[in-house]
Every structure is written in C-alpha cells, then in structure tokens.
C-alpha cells in the first residue's frame, strides 16, 4: 500500500483479504504526520481530545467548535491515512444536525466521520452515509454516556447487552457504515461480532480478535502518567522521558556561564 491514499472503502474491504487494521488517535499537526510517515492507515481525530488535550473530565464538554479547530491542524498533515473525526457529544441528537455537523467537520478536512450508537442513531448514520460522507460506528461502551452510566462500564456481559451489540452492529453495517469502533466489549462478544458482521472491527479493550485494534495515542506513549488504564500497556514513558529532558534542559540553562 506504500503510496496509496486510504479511503473509507480500502479499509473495508481489510477484512476480507485478512489484513489487520491499525489505527491510532491525534489532535494536531505534528502527531498526525508522524503517525502518517509511520504507515497507521486510519488515523481518528477523536474526542478523547476533551481529556487528553484540553484538560476536560470527559468527552461530554467538547464541542463542535474544537472538533473543527483540531481537525483543521491534523488535516494540514495531509496524511495519507484515511483521517477521520469524531462528532461530538449532543452534535447528532436529530437528522439535520447530525447531517449539518457532518458536513462542518468534511470541510475542516475530515474524510469520514465517527458517532457512537447503533440503531439509536440509525436515521442519522443513513443520511451521513447518503451525503457521501463515510461513516466509521462506534459501539460498546460509549464514552460520551459516561454520565448517565455513571462510569467506563465493559459490555456484552449480560445476554440483553449481548444481543443489542449484535443488532446494532448488524443495523450499522447495513446503514453502509465502513467499519466500527469495539470499545470494552468482553472478548468473546468482540469475538463474535467479528466473526458476524461484514465491515471489519475495530477494537479498544475488546481481546484480540478483532479485525483491527485502535488506541488513544498519548496512551500508547505513556504521556499520561496520571490516568491508570487497564487495557493499554505504554509503549514509552514519554512523560518521564520529556520531564528528565526538561530538568537537564533547564539545569544547563542555569548553570550556564557568560
Ligand atoms: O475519542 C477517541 O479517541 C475514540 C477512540 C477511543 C476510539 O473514540
């Protein structure tokens, strides 16, 4: 694929020539290129932004407005990835907005958006697809509900979760989603919906047999030594890393002699 521009239909049709999708998350310029030139075929302006860069709680506060700043900055990468970007909270409630937020975000520079929910959001998905925006699903456990759900709950553990996974599944396959995000779905689920469903998977938290695996990129560097995560094991300790520089950085400053 050296050379190749990704689309939404190349990563579907992954699936059935078996090739794994590796996808990452980032939120401006500079990440979005280095991942690029590392060859991630799907790179995610995700709302993970809202916590790991603009200091919010959750994914509740971030808003359209910053979805656009920070699509625009990752876009200016032009990656050869597919960049796609997540809608935020409350941006797709009805048809129109949905349809209007989408429309922002592809002029900011996104080629494809995400929106989390199943046969809730089916109407929408249906007329994102139909403007020929493409549309990447989200399911599992929905960030954006943290609040009602009263936190990061992992699902499919129970027949009726288990049941709805595989229909909403199913319902965004069908609505001509090109693939959909796993999200702390047991594995066994996970399991099952890959072997189920047409559009390839994509998985966070969800075992390994998923079509693809996709992470939170500051995550996988280890930028964010606060926050505990149990599914993801830093491939480097950035933030040690970066701390230790600064402090030797910052020491030859003082000492220096004129
Ligand atoms: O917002 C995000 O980064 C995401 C990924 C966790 C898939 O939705």
């Known amino acids: 694929m050296i050379g ?17 999708i590796a996808a990452l998350t980032a939120y401006d310029f500079p990440m979005t290129r280095l991942l690029d030139e590392a060859g991630i075929p799907l790179i995610l302006v995700g709302d993970s932004l809202g916590m790991v860069v603009l200091g919010y709680p959750d994914t509740t506060h971030v808003t359209m407005t910053e979805m656009e700043h920070h699509v625009r900055a990752a876009a200016r990468a032009k990656p050869r ?15 129109p907005d949905a349809l209007a937020n989408a429309k922002r975000l592809a002029a900011a520079g996104a080629e494809a958006v995400k929106a989390e929910g199943g046969l809730d959001i089916l109407e929408q998905v249906r007329a994102i697809v139909a403007s020929g925006i493409p ?38 396959a069908k609505a001509g989603a090109f693939a959909v995000v796993l999200e702390l779905v047991t594995p066994r689920v996970a399991r099952e919906l890959t072997q189920q469903v047409p559009i390839p998977t994509i998985g966070i938290g969800a075992g390994p047999d998923c079509d ?7 995550d ?8 505990n ?7 480097l300790n950035a933030a040690e890393q970066m ?16």
């Open 4 to 20: 190749t521009k990704w689309t939404a239909d190349i990563i579907r049709t992954m699936k059935a020539r078996g090739a794994k």
């Open 81 to 95: 990835a597919l960049l796609a970007a997540d809608m935020p909270y409350r941006s797709y409630d009805t048809v």
């Open 135 to 172: 549309f990447l699903g989200h399911l599992g456990m929905l960030p954006q509900h943290v609040l009602e759900e009263g936190g990061y709950h992992i699902k499919g553990k129970t027949e009726p979760e288990h049941q709805r996974l595989l229909a909403d599944a199913h319902a965004l």
């Open 212 to 218: 693809g695996q996709i992470l939170v990129t500051p």
């Open 220 to 227: 996988l560097l280890g930028m964010l030594p606060w926050y």
């Open 229 to 235: 995560l149990k599914h993801v094991k830093p491939r």
């Open 243 to 258: 701390r230790a520089v600064v402090k030797d950085w910052k020491q030859g400053v003082e000492t220096l002699k004129r």
